[in-house]
């Protein structure tokens, strides 16, 4: 491999290389959709909390209250829900690939990242998925090993490929 590559030119010369690799489907614009989905009733969440103190802060406060301090309260969390706004399009750079020996897991656009695995190191597996993606049929799998873990995010048929990885990494300690 040419040490002066980029990631996605290694991950595909990774992908060349290993004629068992199979790239996995990953649920691209589904979570984009979720995560605006997400966002827009936080904020609409945040208004209407705004709205009842707005209201009722003056009974509580008596009527020298001045709504200057809603202000701050609604700015913050606000703030605090738009900072999430960069996650919404990642699992537009997620690519997952897996075959008997190893996974390898390519993710980011700015700060770039491929993960690799041996199967045989697999010491859990955790699937985690939210309501949409449980519709949708797709999570997000954490493979963990002696020396750290590996994310799988976003990967669609989650449930089957989590039995599958259980299935392969009692395979190889049995060996």
Known sequence: MNQRSSINRTFSEIMQENKTLKELKIARFLPVFGFFLELIFEIIGIFIVYYMLKFL?????????????????L???I????????????????RVA???????????????FIDKL???????VELRTTLWGE??????????????KIRLPFVKN?????????????????R
Not at 118 to 124: G, L
């Open 98 to 112: 897996i075959c008997d020996d190893f996974i390898i897991c390519k993710r980011g656009y700015f700060r770039k």
């Open 158 to 174: 989650c449930c089957e490929l989590f039995f599958e990885l259980e299935k392969i990494s009692k395979n190889h300690k049995i």
């Open 79 to 94: 703030v605090y829900s738009l900072k999430k706004l960069p996650d919404v399009f990642k699992s537009l750079f997620v």
């Open 135 to 148: 519709w949708f049929n797709y999570g997000t799998l954490d493979l963990y090993s002696f020396g750290g």
């Open 57 to 73: 802060a003056p009974i509580f406060a008596g009527g020298n209250f001045n709504s200057n301090y809603l202000y701050s309260m």
């Open 118 to 124: 041996y199967v045989k190191h697999i010491d859990n």
């Open 75 to 77: 700015l913050i969390p």
